[in-house]
């Protein structure tokens, strides 16, 4: 078992997430979020989808967040980026902070 990964991210946040200055709708995020991971299965790339659309800061960077460990990041970002094959991108998984796509990387 890894103790350490790296990854990239995407995050739509919305009304009341938190950390939020966002104003999209709870609704609004998921449908976007859904539709940057139909444009990633069509070919789009990680890095250019983050720094256009991604919430965090990582974004510019192209949603780099480098390399953690086990307990570096809320359970269930942790759990979908540790399952995650190295090149692999998840689902859609929803955190307090909002809802968020994960490239692992490394």
Known sequence: MTDQVRASHILLMYAGS??????RSKEDALA???DLKSQLNG???????ASNYSDCQ??????????FGRG???PEFET?????????VSDVIETAF???????TG
Not at 18 to 23: C, F, G, I, K, Y
Not at 43 to 49: R, T, V, W
Not at 58 to 67: F, I, K, P, T, V
Not at 80 to 85: K, P, Q, T
């Open 80 to 88: 979908a980026a540790f399952a995650l094959e190295v090149g692999g």
């Open 98 to 104: 909002g809802y968020h796509l994960i490239h692992r």
């Open 43 to 49: 070919g789009a790339e990680f890095a250019d989808l």
């Open 18 to 23: 938190e950390r939020s200055s966002a104003t």
């Open 32 to 34: 976007g979020i859904e």
């Open 58 to 67: 990582s974004g510019s960077q192209g949603g780099d967040l480098g390399s």
């Open 72 to 74: 570096a990041m809320v």
